[in-house]
């Protein structure tokens, strides 16, 4: 089984060009409930922890501060578990 929200890109997988194997099952999250994604909740932590009311002076700025930020994250499985409440 693979879970997936409503984009538009998951929803269209299923078609004559790309077949989703017959041992696979496709799992619709309901529209609009990025309360029911995990990846939500990292994504807005992410955002409150490390980028927002910050100014970043260039481009890289943003980037070297993205790069730590995931890093960090990486480096720490029981804040990630914690986060998404796995």
């Known amino acids: 089984m693979i879970i997936l929200d409503n ?15 017959e041992n696979i099952t496709l799992f619709y999250l309901p529209r609009y409930s990025p309360d029911l994604n995990p990846i939500e909740r990292l994504w807005k932590y992410l955002r409150d922890n490390n980028f927002n009311n910050k100014f970043f002076e260039s481009k890289l700025d943003l980037k070297i501060t993205a790069y730590n930020s995931l890093k960090n994250l990486q480096q720490d499985r029981d804040l990630v578990k914690s986060i998404c409440h796995i």
């Open 7 to 21: 984009a538009s890109y998951h929803i269209s997988q299923n078609t004559k060009d790309y077949q989703v194997p």
